[in-house]
């Protein structure tokens, strides 16, 4: 028998109702100073492109009616091949080590695979180890590094006062 205080997990499409908590979620996750080499930007703009988009490759875990984690994903056409794109995934750190992040995987890579989709991709910052560990243990392969270059506007001096 199962322990009577566990809370059961339900991973879903995302809806139009989960738009605003879904954004508050990564709002609180994906900042500049967490991740200062984000190259998408994390605004409300994001969360409804996904679901004006492509709301069925999208999916949220949802734990006693409150979004604990997500994922929202996107189909690319290339012919011959069909790839998923993992763009964001987020798990609420007050729900970490409780399989939301695997759950939510399995369900996004479930609906690639009923779609045909050939290839599923993700980027991660170089060093964060704990994504690069879930990713390897979903499958993926030794990662390839890519270097992105950001510099921060608000924090920079002009190369005229620099003399």
Request: charged residues 30%.
């Amino acid at each position: 028998m199962g322990k009577k205080n566990e809370k059961r997990v339900k991973v879903r499409n995302l809806t139009i109702d989960d738009l605003a908590p879904v954004y508050h979620l990564g709002e609180k996750i994906f900042t500049l100073q967490s991740f200062p080499n984000l190259y998408r930007v994390w605004d409300e703009y994001e969360v409804v492109n996904f679901y004006t988009n492509d709301p069925e490759s999208s999916f949220v875990a949802e734990i006693d009616g409150q979004i604990a984690g997500f994922i929202l994903s996107y189909i690319v056409n290339k012919s011959p091949k069909k790839y998923g794109y993992l763009v964001w995934m987020c798990v609420d750190p007050e729900f970490e080590s409780k399989g939301l992040a695997s759950k939510l995987f399995d369900e996004f890579k479930k609906y690639m695979l009923e779609n045909d989709v050939k290839v599923l991709l993700v980027d991660t910052e170089a060093d964060n180890k704990k994504a690069l560990r879930f990713f390897m243990k979903k499958g993926f392969a030794k990662p390839n590094e890519q270097i992105y270059l950001t510099l921060n506007l608000d924090e920079a001096v002009p190369d005229n006062d620099k003399q």
